[in-house]
Structures are given as C-alpha cells and as structure tokens.
C-alpha cells in the first residue's frame, strides 16, 4: 500500500523534528518527508490537527500464548495493541510453557508473522521453567531472536545466579528485565501496606518488598557492569534509588506503568479487583515521586504491564483474585495526561513510549526516517472518551480505568508501511485471525 499523511504536525525526537509536514509512504518505507507534497495516486490520510509520531512501542506486555489462549491470544493482543497505537510489542516469558528454548521464541515470530498485524518480539526466560535453579541457553535465545531476559513475575532469588546471567546477558548483548519483589515481605500482601490496607482490612505490601531487590540489582548491575531494565517501579523509595545509581553512572534503566502515575491505593475503597495488581497502587506521594521519576530521566520508559485476565478470575473476593490488569489500549489517553499536566512535553512523552524502548532494546525502530520501514502512530490530542469495557479488542476486559474520561487517543496506525487502522476503523485487518 501506498499511502500519503498530509497536514500533520510531525514529531521525532530522535531526528529533533517538531513541524508541520507531509509524509510519503511506498511499497512499505518512508519515501519522503517535506512540506507540500502534492501526489494524486495514492491514497490520502488527512491528519489536520494530529500528531505523527514514531510507532508507539510497548516493551512489557503479556500476551498469554502459549498456554492461556483464553484469556489472551497474539492475535487478539495485536488487535489491542493497534487499538492502543502501538505498532511494535515485547512479549514476557512467563506463559505456560514458559519462553525458555529456541522453539518457543520461534514460535512467537512464526505467529506474528503469520497474522503480519505488528511487529512482536519475544523475550526469554533467564533461568529454565522459570525455577530459578539452571540458567537458560543465552547464546540459543539470542540466534533465534530473543531482545531480552527476564522471569518477570518472580524475582531471581539467588543473587550469584542473577550475576551469572548478567554477565552471559553482557556477552551477547542482552539485557536483564528485573522483576522486584521480596516475596518473603510481600507473601499473603494484596495491596499497598499503609493507611488504607488498615482501613480495607486487607494485608498489605510495604513498598520495602519492591526497594530492597532495586537496591540489590543496582549493585549487581555496578558489579558486573552489565545492563539491568528494572520493570514496573511504583513508589517513591525505588525512584530515590534508580535517580543516585545514574547518578553514580550504573548501567541502568527503568520502566513505569500508567496506574501508577495516575491511580492509588485510595482508588480501592470500593474492593475493584481490576485494580489489584502487582507491584500494587501506591500512595498519592509514591504517585507525585513517579512523576518526578519521569520528568528527570530517572524513569526512562512508560510500558503497560498488560496482564489479561478471565471476568470469572477477578469475580472473587479480592484476596482471591490474580494480579493484573490489561492497558495497552488506555496506555495512550493515561499517559497523554503528564502532557496535559505539563509533567512532561509531548516529545519527552514519545521518548517515553517509542524512542527509549527501541534504544534500550537495540530495535531499529522509534524514528521517521527516510528509507526505513515506516511504523507510525498518528494522534488525536484532542479526542476525549470515556474507557468502556465493550470497546475493548482484548479477549480480557479487566481495566481498572472503566469508566473513566481520558484525553488522546490512536486515530490512525501504519505497521510496516499498511494502515492496519485509519479513524479507529479496524475492521480491515481482523479477518486475519482465527
């Protein structure tokens, strides 16, 4: 498809564009960017009053395949990531089987490929079934694809174990995606230890189970000299830790999620379990540090975390109920929210969500160049809507923003050079699932 986005204010951080051009797309890369191209044979998407920018990138994503296909599938998360924007996912390891060989890595881009919706890439496990107990075949995982390492849903205990990884994740350029939780102070917790778990008569998780293993990886980080992404930081005493080790030039990076900048533990009077998650919704000061967090640098990514589950599953009473909640299809009205807020500028915001996912990562993506394969988002800044949960692309509906209005949202999606979305229109491309 040969496509031609007329009228746009065009945004690349990494090219250090802010303007108002035209874009040229043909036979699936950008052919041109100027002003006033004037074209008649291809067709024309109109984006008066829209924001291009890089193909939105979501590098924390569970997508349940292999395993729970009933309560995600790849397809039916591509459908939600182009829903959400998003042109380019990074899948976790923690399905069942776990993403632990060269097969299971191979069968994430047979399927991706298959489908040809998004781009998907796979990360693997760091120790084999997720035991903690043997490393994984690096150099294997790598060969056949994988971006990343991590056992994100536990924490590898055993810290000369993690080391070991470091340092094979160092020779083949990899990096380690850290999931902190002491589990022997979070065991039996539910949600933020504090006022309101009193209040609630819930037990609680002291933001200590999520500080303590920050604190620990950064010195293993400093160690070995090897690249740790520390995942998901909800509170304020991680942020503290994450801004001095950068300081001290530690080869670290971080992430943060939507909720956590936007909801707390106060948002759980009324026992939502679609808001139960892990780490859990921190207090309105942790909230005020995440930001902070993201405006300095120190918080260098906005992922979603999105972890579908079953309506059944979160119909229990909420000590009960797993943890998580789906968000790649609100990640980009939620976090349009720090721009309103003048938290951040839109362009720090792209940063957030496409060029520092693609540097981190080492992906040839999160820029509008000439010659290259073209992933773009284009953005409705002005689009107020109200998240519903029949709206939803994803097989799971638990959100915990139902109900609420968000500002922003995907007008438009072009993976790989094809308009998988136009006005959130995707009726085009859903007939490629099963």
């Known amino acids: 498809m040969n496509l031609l986005i007329k009228n746009a204010r065009v945004i690349d951080p990494q090219r250090k564009i802010d303007e108002k051009l035209d874009i040229l797309i043909e036979n699936s890369r950008i052919k041109k960017i100027a002003k006033g191209i004037k074209i008649s044979k291809h067709k024309t998407v109109d984006a008066k009053d829209k924001i291009v920018v890089p193909g939105l990138i979501d590098m924390h994503v569970h997508l349940r395949e292999p395993g729970r296909e009933d309560e995600e599938t790849i397809y039916t998360g591509s459908l939600a990531a182009i829903n959400g924007g998003f042109t380019t996912v990074v899948c976790m390891a923690n399905t069942n089987p ?5 097969q299971d890595i191979d069968f994430i881009y047979s399927e991706s490929k298959r489908l040809n919706l998004i781009d998907i890439f796979p990360v693997a496990a760091v120790t084999k079934g997720l035991r903690q107990e043997e490393l994984t075949e690096v150099a294997k995982l790598k060969k056949a694809g994988a971006v990343a390492l991590s056992d994100d849903g536990y924490t590898i205990k055993d810290s000369n174990l993690l080391r070991h990884a470091l340092e094979y994740a160092k020779m083949y ?3 380690i995606i850290s999931h902190c939780e002491e589990p022997n102070l979070s065991r039996g917790g539910v949600m933020n230890e504090g006022y309101m778990s009193t209040l609630l008569g819930l037990k609680g998780i002291p933001c200590a189970s999520e500080s303590i293993i920050v604190a620990r990886d950064i010195e293993l980080a400093r160690l070995t000299n090897t690249h740790i992404h520390f995942a998901h930081i909800s509170c304020k005493e991680s942020v503290d830790l994450l801004r001095r080790a950068k300081e001290d030039g530690v080869n670290i990076t971080a992430e943060t999620c939507p909720h956590y900048f936007t909801l707390s533990d106060e948002d759980l009077k009324n026992y939502n379990t679609n808001l139960k998650m892990y780490p ?5 000061k942790d909230i005020q540090a995440i930001k902070e967090g993201l405006a300095d640098g120190t918080i260098d990514v906005i992922t979603t975390d999105h972890a579908p589950h079953l309506e ?3 119909d229990l009473e909420f000590d009960n109920a797993p943890f998580g909640m789906i968000g790649i299809e609100t990640s980009l009205g939620a976090s349009y929210r720090l ?3 003048k938290v951040l500028s839109i362009k720090e915001l792209v940063e957030k969500m496409s060029v520092n996912p693609a540097r981190i990562l080492d992906l040839n993506k999160g820029k509008l160049k000439e010659g290259e394969l073209a992933d773009i988002t284009i953005i409705d800044p002005d689009k107020d809507w109200v998240v519903k949960k029949e709206d939803f692309e994803s097989k799971s509906k638990n959100s915990g923003f139902i109900g609420m209005k968000l500002g922003a949202k995907a007008h438009s999606v072009i993976s790989s050079g094809r308009l998988v979305m136009e ?8 007939t490629k699932g099963r």
Not at 280 to 284: E, H, Q, S, V, Y
Not at 423 to 430: C, D, F, S, Y
């Open 312 to 314: 059944s599953e979160k």
């Open 173 to 175: 350029n990899l990096i």
């Open 423 to 430: 006005n959130g229109n995707r009726a085009l491309i859903k």
């Open 339 to 341: 721009v309103e807020d």
């Open 98 to 102: 776990p993403l632990d060989t060269e």
């Open 280 to 284: 859990p919704l921190r207090t309105k």
